[in-house]
């Protein structure tokens, strides 16, 4: 008999992956599937940012490169950290990870061990709470308030923090809400944290371009009183739909950089050299993508949010940022999971329930308006038909 290690059992997953099966699956026999289940742009990548992935492999780019990554493309980051943020920071800080989920992994690994803290948001993208528990750490979990725009209360944080706790997870602009934080709340618990410190922040901010109404994005970045303990997380695939191509970056702590890399030594090398030179071009190269990309979801916004507060039962919040809607349903009378269900079964139109995203989620279903507007319609005319019957 096999016996694998206890911790297997604690490794959660990532329910959108399944609905995508499903919805895959019902497609195949033929049925009509909208999914506005998965969390990635329906844009293409670039076309600058192909050709030069193509030309990397044509002049020979095909080994190892320094795990962290190569030193042009830390560069490059480091430039557009400059830019976007006005902030200083040098590539040795920058390490290049197949992902933006790599980060998670290593930071939550770095400090999780049994008889430790680490504070999530709830709900949240569902891998911060598995590799939580995985780790051996306890999962805390920091609600995030529908009446407050799906942000949280710095105060009720900051009063969930005891000396047991290492590690504090932020995500703004957030999956699965499209919640933003706003800049006086974040103000508040940097304060409060000083009085912390031994708390680092994971702020996982790989949504920072997908930001609407002309909102300034609010980085963890601007705050240089916790700089030492602060690992950012961002990365291309959402920014430049680049899902499939597996590479993020995060700038951490000096300290913890040797960590970082000896984690990516152990697990994955680097991530693959003709990706490195694609990500050179996506930030060096025009923006109009990524412009064109979030005019186009802010408009898919505004259609999905009034679609879905027109159908009895549900009640949205506009998201500020990323492209998902996460309306209220308990006024339909069914439970998450249920509604999930049978809007994929009964109306072919795939969603997640909230529940997918922590106990938090129950009442709630996330939506990802990354489709087309007309899909987006027909989708909530399928939803008022099933609802309404
Ligand atoms: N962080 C959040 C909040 C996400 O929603 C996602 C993807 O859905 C990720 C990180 C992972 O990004 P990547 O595909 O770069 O690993």
């Not at 780019?61 to 830019?83: C, F, K, M, N, Q």
């Not at 933003?180 to 103000?187: G, Y």
């Not at 009034?306 to 159908?311: E, K, T």
Request: with cysteine.
């Amino acid at each position: 008999m096999l016996q694998l290690s206890e911790k297997m059992n604690r490794l959660g997953t990532e329910t959108a992956f399944e609905v995508l099966a499903r919805a895959e699956a019902l497609a195949r026999e033929g049925r009509d599937i909208i999914n506005l289940g998965i969390g990635q742009p329906d844009f293409k990548t670039p076309p600058h940012v192909v050709e030069a992935a193509i030309k990397a492999l044509h002049d020979g780019h095909h080994g190892y490169t320094p795990s962290p990554g190569i030193l042009p493309l830390r560069e490059s980051v480091a430039a557009d950290l400059h830019r976007r943020r006005g902030v200083e920071i040098s590539p040795d800080r920058i390490v290049v990870v197949p992902g933006g989920k790599v980060t998670m992994f290593f930071a939550i690994l770095m400090f999780g061990e049994p008889g430790v803290e680490i504070l999530y948001p709830n709900p949240g993208f569902p891998i911060y709470e598995s590799v939580i528990q995985f780790s051996g750490a306890t999962a805390v979990p920091t609600p995030l308030l529908e009446d407050r725009d799906f942000s949280f209360d710095a105060g009720a944080v900051l009063d969930q923090v005891t000396p047991d706790t290492r590690l504090l997870i932020l995500n703004s602009p957030a999956n699965p809400t499209g919640g933003a934080m706003p800049r006086d709340e974040i103000d508040k618990l940097v304060k409060g944290l000083v009085d912390h410190p031994q708390v680092a922040v994971l702020s996982d901010e790989i949504y920072s371009r997908i930001s609407y109404d002309g909102r300034e994005h609010v980085s963890l970045l601007d705050y240089p009183e916790i700089a030492d303990r602060l690992i950012l997380l961002d990365g291309w695939s959402k920014t430049y739909a680049m899902t499939g191509w597996r590479m993020g970056y995060a700038v951490w702590p000096a300290a913890l950089v040797e960590g970082a890399t000896r984690l990516a030594v152990n697990c994955h090398s680097c991530v693959n050299a003709a990706t490195q030179h694609a990500g050179i071009a996506a930030l060096d190269g025009h923006q109009d993508a990524v412009d064109d990309m979030v005019r186009a979801f802010e408009e898919r916004r505004r259609v999905i949010v009034d679609g879905l507060n027109a159908i009895p039962g549900f009640r949205c919040r506009t998201p500020g940022g990323a492209f998902y809607a996460f309306p209220n349903v308990q006024g339909t009378g069914l439970d998450a999971r249920s509604l999930q269900r049978r809007l994929l079964e009964e109306a072919g139109v795939a969603t997640v329930a909230g529940t997918s995203f922590g106990h938090l989620g129950e009442g709630f279903i996330r939506f990802s308006y990354a489709n087309s507007i007309d899909n987006i319609q027909e989708a909530l005319k399928r939803i008022r038909t099933l609802l309404l019957d």
